[in-house]
């Protein structure tokens, strides 16, 4: 079984752009989660998705926004980039959602904004 | 406010060795707990959970204690090997509100020095 992919891996970007990253997660899987990490800061949650609906977010700006497609593909969009923006985006799935269950992670996106 | 917390930010053992990572946490309905593994470059994989009915759970090299009065969890590796170097998070859900997310800590480097 393929696991959870992310596109692009790598991404660099100019401050006031926006962005727009990829999550594909395990066949079957309707839960996809993001995250961002920072150093110093771990994995910081930013929403999860379940059957196309956001359940739950993160104490982020509303310049971070996501969905969810029929098929479970997730993509997150940040806009308007500042530079503390600059993180590695990991996306993780799971069948049903996070609670008392496995998530699997994709290898990250990781974005640096000049 | 930082909910789950790992207060070391590196470990150094030798190899044969026990390592032990700490992770204590905030909030009292926390009631699943995991830890994970991640190395560069790769998302962060699963690698042992607890529920808080039980106080220790075992896989192999690896054991999880969970102290619910104290709020605190470890992670004991023996033996440990040079392969276990990574960063090593730990992460804890709740039923409820905060059911569709994990909160994580900030992580503890690992170091298996041969």
């Known amino acids: 079984k393929a696991g959870v992919t992310q596109t692009p891996r790598y991404l660099i970007k100019t401050r006031g752009q926006q962005v727009t990253l990829s999550c594909s997660p395990i066949?079957?899987?309707?839960?996809v989660s993001w995250y961002q990490q920072t150093p110093g800061q771990g994995l910081q949650f930013l929403f999860e998705?379940?059957?196309?609906?956001?359940?739950n977010k993160g104490n982020f700006p509303g310049r971070f926004s996501g969905r969810q497609f029929s098929n479970s593909r997730s993509e997150m969009n940040v806009s308007t980039l500042e530079l503390g923006d600059s993180a590695l985006y990991l996306c993780?799935?799971?069948?049903?959602?996070?609670?008392?269950?496995?998530?699997?992670f994709g290898p990250g996106t990781r974005l640096l904004v000049l | 406010d930082q909910q789950v917390k790992q207060n070391s930010p590196s470990l150094s053992v030798q190899e044969g060795r026990i390592s032990i990572l700490n992770c204590d946490y905030t909030?009292?309905?926390?009631?699943?707990f995991l830890w994970y593994k991640k190395y560069p470059a790769e998302g962060p994989t699963f690698l042992i959970s607890?529920?808080?009915?039980?106080d220790k759970n075992e896989d192999g090299r690896f054991t999880v204690f969970l102290n619910k009065s104290a709020k605190h969890l470890s992670l004991h590796i023996v033996p440990s090997q040079p392969g276990d170097s990574a960063v090593y998070f730990c992460?804890?859900?709740?039923?409820?509100?905060?059911?569709?997310?994990?909160?994580f800590g900030t992580g503890t480097l690992l170091a298996v020095q041969p």
């Open positions: 607890i529920s808080s009915i039980k």
């Open positions: 993780a799935s799971s069948l049903q959602g996070p609670y008392q269950e496995t998530q699997y």
């Open positions: 909030n009292s309905m926390f009631d699943y």
């Open positions: 066949s079957g899987h309707r839960s």
């Open positions: 998705y379940f059957s196309e609906t956001q359940r």
């Open positions: 992460a804890a859900s709740a039923v409820g509100g905060a059911t569709n997310k994990l909160i």
